[in-house]
């Protein structure tokens, strides 16, 4: 699992861990961070964390090789569930990763790419991958509650780099690009799901509107205010959802208690449709053939990996 040392992601992990005695879990983290989620256990024999920078894409294929090494060498055992809920928000469209990508869209889509084609090239089969997504992709107030622009898509090539929206040092366009990026992790999904739909399931989550996770912790001042203190009065109200309810939902669809075909878009505790315009094969497509070319480098049998 990414995304589990905070958040609904170490919820969710420790829901597993409680309910699933029979469960391992494997935490991909910056090692700042991937220790949080064990201090909390009071037993770390069923975690293994291994260090991965979803910012580069190096570091992202280093955890993979090491995440398969190990289950090869049974120090694992054989990789069942694929949780990639890791995500990234910035109050710009103009930071870069390592590899000099826009950092919203490195974490949000180009390190899962890079995650699903590892394990899957690897050789592992029966295994369920779940993509944590957002309400945002939809772009209207119903789901955005007036405060994260709808997604603006463009061709991939110019999305990943730095500066693709308008006024790209603006806070807005910052949330434009997370909107976008969930947007096309949808696609992704859909994209995975056509081509591998005989080895394995893949499904986007959405936990709805979370306060507190942290995800606005880029935000100014003001926002992290709103965010931590004013905002969590909503999830009273169908329009969010705590963070412990959050969590549990995303155990469930991890584990499977959400029944529902590979490719399919779970909206809390149910399968439903996404957004309109995240239907469009061609789009998916399009993005799946950028997305291989940037991450094949990293694949390659002669790769220093």
Known sequence: ??????????????????????????????????????????????????????????SVRQAAVEVTGRIRRGALPPL?????????????ATRDSMDGYEATFAVNVLANHLLLRSFHASGATGVHA????????????????????????????????????ENPLSPRAGRMA???????????VHAWARRCAESWSIQSFNPGFVPSTGLGRDAGPAARFALRYVLPVLTLSP????QQR???????????????PSGAYIDRDHITSSSAES????????LWEVMESLTAPFLAEDSDL
């Not at 997504?133 to 107030?141: E, I, M, N």
């Not at 329009?239 to 705590?242: D, E, G, K, S, Y």
């Open 279 to 286: 239907y469009d094969v061609g789009r998916e497509d399009e």
């Open 239 to 242: 329009l969010a959802t705590t």
């Open 130 to 165: 779940v993509v944590t997504v957002s309400d945002t992709h939809f772009g209207d107030l119903r789901h955005n509650l007036g405060m994260v622009p709808a997604p603006q898509w463009m061709y991939p090539q110019v999305l990943v780099r730095p500066g693709a929206f």
């Open 80 to 92: 069942g569930v694929l949780g990639l809920n890791a995500g990234a928000q910035y109050v710009t």
């Open 1 to 58: 699992m990414t995304g589990a040392s905070r958040g609904i992601g170490a919820t969710a992990a420790r829901r597993v861990l409680a309910e699933n005695p029979d469960a391992h879990l494997v935490v991909l983290a910056r090692p700042r961070a991937r220790g949080a989620l064990q201090t909390r256990e009071s037993s770390t024999e069923r975690i293994s964390t291994i260090d991965a920078d979803l910012l580069s894409l190096t």
């Open 246 to 260: 959050a969590g549990q939902l995303f155990k469930n669809a991890l584990v499977g208690d959400v029944s529902g």
């Open 178 to 188: 997370y909107s976008t990026s969930k947007l096309a992790a949808i696609y992704l």
